[in-house]
């Protein structure tokens, strides 16, 4: 401690002892580095990669700068107060020639058809007669279609001019851009994604809510029995994930549909009346027990492992020291039990927010997924931009879940047994 | 809090008076398999203020003993009594006992000041009365100044000190305690064991001590029950059972002892001759012996054997010629191995004092001792 701090520690061939440390686990460094960089190569290309192309998708703009190029320059310096000028009719016709020859309008009109209804419309039918057109070309395009003579129409190509939009966030939460630039909302009747990411998220939260109710006693059993009783448990445990997700799943409508075992067994208890069947899947509650039980390992494990840890001393002690034992173990076994509670609801939540298999076959129309949207923005609409928003959104939901998780408890409770 | 250590003690034998008996074992049995038995018809009468170790290597029985009167362990069979009344159906958390445990048990989650008022909050005392109860216990630990921290911030005696406060402060009569000393290191745990001997003098509680470490037991008990196979060897003071052990394990098990083998040949009054296997005959007191003809072990400590350099020959009953194997300079006193009576590993203790000549391996030297000292135990 009588040596200056400033003066660097030397091997004793004169060495710093920085530099000498460094060369020595240089070695093992590579080694390590080599063992996984299979997998860092693979994390890139299969996650990664798609990950960040998902990101840009969702604000990539690109239909209207490309394919409207002579157009969006010519509206360059339009104020918006009354309609372009004739360089921007004749700009536009060049612009819809040119595409109609390449046959490569259907994207751009799909795109400006989200913002405005009826425009691919009145871009494929003004294609067609593009070849007809003459000058003046402002007023024969409007009389093509009068679409053309509206100032918004206009004030809609210059705004998707930008290389960037957030309109496919914006569409993503139910809300749009007006023609004057103002964030409102869409429509009642076009509003869904609102609703479903609140039903995404309240109904993970009972899932979570339900997994640790049912997990928890069952951790505790695994965790205090004695080892030969516990391995059997813990077989019993793991046994869901030897079993096909989908088989599971439809294992779940087989019991709870109207005509299922557990409707035939109610009705012949007399319980309930045969034409008063419980409707108990293709709903929400479908999907809640379904999920629950597919992610109850999820629960169990991380709180095992924490709970494993908990001597058994603890609870004894609080026992001797004169605690009765439901005070015992609220004062002293549950409170060290939290990290294993917030890991494994962390875990079940964000699992359960991004689930799909199960809700899309138990779901119905009203247990529906967040999730589903996505795959049928995918599928079906091919509004790929609008799918990209929708799960960057929940991403950053996951993200803000995990800081605030690691925040207060710390991500390496995490643990599966 | 007041001083009862003075009549606790004193009285060697244990009474047979049970209406003085604080706590009692009455022919407990316990079995966890219904195959084999943990303990065995375990008796034991314990005084008020006493401070009883149970001794005994591990897997002998004596913390299972501990967790039965602790309430976290039901008897198979028997009675335990606490002040006459028994417990078997108490639960442990209205049994009212003190324990301290191997590792502590301190609630992690909990500040020592929170961990010494849980027994108080849960019998509801006032906040006043705790906060008065927790400061005085910190004093008696001398941790006043840690009230704060958390377990994980105090070293192992602290801990150790913080859990021995926690199961005093709510004023029990009966504390037990399960090896509290065993994680740690040599100093600390001689320092703690005058601490809690102390802190027993001054409380005058009763307690039951666990332990496997045989200097311990020796420094801090009234009495010591030593513990083999699940059956209570020998009950007695340390004294008694370091000078006079009645079975061959309570020799072997406390202290160090040489052992010869033997068949006993004849009975001489208080005396008895053992025919060696070595073909030598040792003089001996029969403590566990039949008849003649019957096999024995002759108990005999290391520092009761004397080198005997001719002048004072007459004194001893017993006399052999060994040799020297091995000789350990241990400082204040020499540790010299010999061959004797066909013993190899007979262990001499000599201390280091003016006019003991130095020894060599393979040198020959005269040994004797008392047949007073050589016990003859059972085989």
């Known amino acids: 401690m009588s040596e200056s701090p400033a003066a660097p520690l030397r091997t004793a061939d004169g060495v710093p002892l920085k530099v000498s440390l460094r060369r020595t686990v240089r070695r093992s460094k590579i080694k390590a580095l080599l063992l996984v960089a299979p997998l860092l190569i693979f994390l890139f290309i299969a996650f990664l990669m798609p990950l960040f192309e998902m990101l840009w998708r969702s604000v990539d703009n690109p239909e209207v700068s490309t394919h409207l190029s002579r157009t969006v320059s010519a509206l360059e310096g339009w104020n918006g107060e009354s309609l372009p000028d004739e360089a921007a009719f004749a700009a536009l016709a060049e612009d819809l020639r040119e595409g109609q020859q390449e046959r490569n309008l259907g994207l751009l009109s799909s795109r400006l058809n989200y913002e405005k209804s009826g425009m691919r419309s009145t871009i494929s039918r003004t294609a067609r007669r593009v070849d007809t057109l003459e000058p003046p070309y402002r007023a024969s395009l409007i009389e093509v279609n009068d679409t053309w003579g509206e100032l918004d129409t206009w004030k809609l190509i210059q705004r998707e001019a930008s290389p960037y939009t957030i309109s496919y966030y914006l569409a993503a939460v139910d809300l749009q851009l007006s023609p004057d630039g103002e964030i409102v909302k869409v429509p009642e009747h076009m509003r869904i994604h609102a609703t479903l990411f609140w039903r995404t998220l309240w109904m993970s939260a009972v899932i979570t809510g339900l997994t640790l109710l049912l997990g928890y006693p069952v951790a505790f059993l695994l965790a205090s029995l004695p080892a030969r009783h516990s391995n059997l448990l813990m077989i019993l445990v793991l046994l869901p994930f030897w079993t096909s997700l989908l088989v599971r799943t439809t294992t779940w409508i087989a019991i709870l549909q109207s005509q299922g075992v557990l409707n035939d067994v109610m009705v012949a208890l007399g319980l309930i009346a045969d034409e008063a069947r419980w409707q108990m899947i293709h709903n929400k509650l479908g999907t809640i027990i379904a999920m629950t039980h597919i992610l109850l390992p999820f629960m169990i494990l991380p709180l095992y492992s924490v709970m494993k840890t908990i001597p058994p001393s603890y609870m004894r002690a609080a026992r001797s020291l004169g605690g009765k034992p439901f005070l015992s173990f609220r004062r002293v076994y549950f409170p060290l039990t939290i990290p294993g509670i917030a890991a494994g609801g962390i875990l079940v939540f964000i699992l359960s927010i991004g689930y799909y298999i199960t809700p899309a076959l138990v779901g119905g129309q009203s247990g529906r997924f967040i999730t589903n949207y996505i795959a049928y923005h995918m599928q079906t609409s091919l509004n790929w931009g609008l799918a990209a928003a929708i799960a960057s959104i929940l991403l950053f939901v996951v993200i803000i879940c995990y800081l605030v998780f690691n925040r207060l408890i710390g991500v390496d409770k995490v643990k599966l047994g | ?379």
């Open chain 2, 1 to 379: 809090m007041n001083e009862t250590l003075a009549d606790a003690g004193v009285e060697t034998a244990a009474t047979t008076e049970t209406s003085s008996c604080f706590a009692r074992f009455v022919n407990v049995q316990k079995s966890y398999d219904g195959v084999e038995l943990v303990v065995k018809d375990f008796s034991l009468d314990i005084r008020k203020g006493e401070f009883v170790t149970l001794l005994g290597p591990s897997g002998s029985g004596k913390t299972t003993c501990l967790m039965m009167m602790a309430g976290f362990e039901t008897p198979t069979h028997g009675e335990i009594l606490l002040k006459d009344e028994p417990i078997s159906g108490l639960p442990p958390h209205k049994r009212g006992i003190g324990m301290v445990f191997q590792n502590y048990a301190l609630f992690p989650h909990m500040t020592v000041a929170e961990n010494l008022a849980f027994p108080l909050e849960v019998r509801h005392l006032n906040k006043a009365q705790i906060k008065e109860k927790v400061d005085k216990a910190l004093a008696m630990v001398r941790l006043e100044e840690f009230g704060d921290r958390r377990p994980a911030q105090l070293s192992g005696g602290q801990q150790q000190r913080v859990a021995l406060a926690r199961a005093l402060v709510f004023e029990p009569e009966l504390v037990l305690m399960d090896e509290p000393l065993g994680a740690l290191d040599k100093n600390l745990r001689e320092e703690m064991q005058y601490e809690i001997k102390r802190i027993h003098a001054r409380l005058g509680v009763t307690m039951i001590y666990v332990t496997h470490d045989q200097t311990e037991a020796l420094t801090m008990s009234d009495r010591i029950a030593v513990f083999n196979d699940g059956i209570v060897q020998q009950l007695a003071s340390p004294d008694e059972l370091y000078e006079r052990p009645e079975n061959a394990f309570v020799a072997y098990f406390i202290g160090e002892n040489n052992r010869l083998q033997g068949e006993v040949c004849e009975h001489l009054g208080d005396d008895c001759k053992v025919r060696l296997d070595s073909g030598d005959t040792v003089i001996a007191k029969p403590v566990a012996v039949g008849g003649v003809g019957s096999r024995t072990t002759l108990s005999l400590r290391p520092e009761r054997v004397s080198i005997l350099r001719g002048d004072a020959a007459e004194q001893f009953d017993n006399q052999f010629t060994a040799t020297v194997q091995e000789v350990i300079y241990l400082g204040d006193h020499l540790r010299t191995r010999v061959a004797v009576c066909g013993n190899d590993d007979f262990i001499l203790k000599t201390p280091n004092a003016q006019g003991v000549g130095v020894m060599r391996p393979g040198q020959q030297i005269q040994v004797g001792w008392s047949s007073a000292d050589c016990r003859a135990l059972d085989a």
